[in-house]
């Protein structure tokens, strides 16, 4: 079965720091990743996917994430935060034997960005 | 602009009563997924369909049911409301394709006392 792991709940981070939110994943199969960031209130907003190919990703807001298949990761980073990043970021799996699409998330974690 | 809208965005009902929550998408898409979030967990599969006639469990759907009459439309079914199931719903949609980005709607808040 996939399982997503996200190693911290919480991340206070100081404006314009560098941060790194981590997540690992267990698969027996090839698996597609994503990473989505929720605001205060509302739904979910994509950040980036892996599905192939070069294994840094960028995304929007400045975000990136490289795929480590040896290490079953997918870290997402940010070299400078701001205030306005301040949120949640979810970490996902999808791929077979799961069922085409079905995603499959981690518990989330917390970014507070401090001034 | 196509979108996918949750209603009613808050909902507060009594232990034992019938609740429907619905989700409606105008991107033509195929597929169509609800979730609970719960803190601690993450966001949780509770139903999915990959089109129209086509419904299947997902990881929490004791207590839950969906019907797909057309491609727009997934409404979420609590037959008999449990406090257990006070939680956060987001529905999401995403195209045909297991490579697509799924867009998820603005979450429906439903208190169960």
């Known amino acids: 079965a996939q399982s997503v792991t996200q190693l911290d709940s919480q991340v206070p981070v100081f404006e314009e720091a560098p941060v790194e939110l981590r997540c690992n994943y267990s698969?027996?199969?090839?698996?597609?990743l994503f990473w989505y960031v929720q605001y205060p209130n509302q739904g979910l907003q994509l950040l980036l996917k892996?599905?192939?190919?070069?294994?840094l990703v960028k995304g929007i807001n400045g975000f990136e994430a490289e795929f480590n298949k040896s290490q079953t990761s997918f870290h997402l980073r940010k070299p400078s935060v701001h205030i306005s990043d301040t949120a949640e970021y979810f970490c996902?799996?999808?791929?077979?034997?799961?069922?085409?699409?079905?995603?499959?998330f981690g518990a989330g974690t917390r970014l507070a960005v401090h001034p | 602009d196509a979108e996918i809208t949750q209603s009613p965005r808050h909902k507060i009902t009594e232990t034992g009563r019938q609740v429907t929550l619905a989700c409606h998408q105008t991107?033509?898409?195929?597929?169509m997924f609800w979730y609970r979030q719960d803190l601690g967990h993450g966001l949780r599969l509770i139903h999915y369909?990959?089109?129209?006639?086509?419904?299947n469990k997902g990881e929490v759907s004791d207590g839950y049911s969906v019907s797909r009459s057309n491609t727009e439309d997934l409404p979420l079914t609590l037959e008999s409301a449990a406090s257990s199931q006070t939680s956060v719903y987001f529905c999401?949609?995403?195209?045909?394709?297991?490579?697509?980005?799924?867009?998820f709607g603005p979450g429906t808040r439903l208190t169960v006392l």
């Open positions: 999401a949609s995403s195209a045909q394709d297991s490579t697509d980005t799924q867009y």
């Open positions: 698969s027996s199969v090839s698996v597609y």
């Open positions: 892996y599905l192939s190919g070069s294994t």
């Open positions: 996902a799996v999808s791929g077979f034997p799961g069922g085409y699409n079905k995603l499959i």
């Open positions: 991107w033509n898409h195929n597929n």
């Open positions: 369909s990959y089109g129209v006639q086509d419904t």
